[in-house]
């Protein structure tokens, strides 16, 4: 069964860090991409960050660039994401994904097939 565990999110003034965790089972980690995603109160979902897991190629948005750091560690099968200089807009529900296949940070919701339960980040000002 492919499981996909967030945790390490909650609440953080703004300036603040954070350190989320994606732990994976169920499938061969190095096969897959692992992304992140976050949603917003009252918005959609959308992609932050992404790791091709084989050859740790990331990419990232253009809002977290310089902010956000995604690595994976293969042996732990577990990706993360370091998040520093938080501001209020970063403030959403992060959701970690898998897709067999290389990833995009723009990648469709529908391009992953496997989807953890999400970590709450609340920024305050």
């Known amino acids: 069964e492919v499981q996909l565990v967030e945790s390490g999110g909650g609440l953080v003034q703004a300036g603040g860090s954070l350190r989320l965790s994606c732990a994976a089972s169920g499938f061969t980690f190095d096969d897959y991409a692992i992304g992140w995603f976050r949603q917003a109160p009252g918005k959609g979902r959308e992609g932050v960050s992404c790791i091709n897991t084989n050859d740790g190629s990331t990419d990232y948005k253009d809002s977290v660039k310089g902010r956000f750091t995604i690595s994976s560690d293969n042996a732990k099968n577990t990706v993360f994401l370091q998040m520093n200089s938080l501001r209020p807009e970063d403030t959403a529900v992060y959701y970690c994904?898998?897709?067999?296949?290389?990833?995009?940070?723009?990648?469709?919701?529908?391009?992953?097939?496997?989807w953890g339960q999400g970590t709450r980040v609340t920024v305050s000002s």
């Open positions: 994904a898998a897709v067999r296949a290389r990833c995009s940070y723009d990648d469709t919701t529908m391009y992953y097939g496997y």
